[in-house]
């Protein structure tokens, strides 16, 4: 069973191009026109295994919300696909990363009860020229759009950067660790007998 989604998505803002693998190896190519997003995304698929194909354009002469909020619409509208109807998975799954000064937890459950908690202490408003807030926007709307609890702590770190990168890699290694197929789980995780 191939576990892949390729969604398009164009608005009056931005036009993304995403190919998604859950099983695959880290393998794609990320291009965005907000760099540091992009290292992100990078991050993302080589730590999560997955393989991911990003091409995005935005009005990032605006700035860089509307690229960074649509690309996680897009990233969780892909995975919610091709996780499917999520017989055989985990369904729960955790990372802890540290990254230098900064360590980060995250905690998914793939329930199809989307929340997030994103309780990180982000010590600068920029990196570069992107705005760390969107950081947060960009989690949110993957939760969303993924239809996951997802759970984000940083119980410590000062340098932003490092902190952002140990966020973006434990929420790939979580998501990773959830979708996984157990042999030992028939069906839906689930007592309800549906997710």
């Given amino acids: 069973m191939k576990r892949t989604s390729t969604i398009s998505r164009t608005t009056g803002e931005t036009s993304i191009d995403l190919t998604l693998d859950l099983d695959g190896t880290g393998q794609g190519t990320i291009e965005t026109p907000v760099p540091f997003l992009s ?14 194909t990003v091409q995005a354009k935005g009005d990032v002469e ?8 649509d690309v996680g619409i897009v990233l969780g509208q892909a995975i ?40 990180v202490n982000l010590p600068s408003q920029k990196v570069g020229t992107f705005d760390t807030e969107l950081v947060y926007e960009f989690m949110w709307k993957l939760a969303i759009e993924a ?28 998501i990773d660790d959830a979708t996984q197929i157990d042999p030992r789980v028939t069906g839906v995780p689930s007592t309800k007998g549906l997710l």
Avoid: C
């Fill in 80 to 119: 919610r696909e091709a996780v499917g109807d999520k017989k055989g998975i985990k369904r729960y799954g955790q990372a802890w990363v540290p990254m230098d000064d900064a360590l980060a937890h995250a905690v998914v459950d793939f329930s199809n009860r989307p929340h997030l908690e994103f309780r």
């Fill in 147 to 174: 239809r996951i609890n997802l759970h984000i702590n940083v119980p410590y770190g000062h340098n932003t950067h490092h902190i952002i990168e140990a966020v973006f890699k434990a929420v790939a290694r979580a």
């Fill in 39 to 52: 290292h992100m995304l990078d991050l993302f698929r080589r730590h999560g295994l997955m393989d991911l």
């Fill in 62 to 69: 605006v700035d860089d919300h509307h690229t960074t909020e």
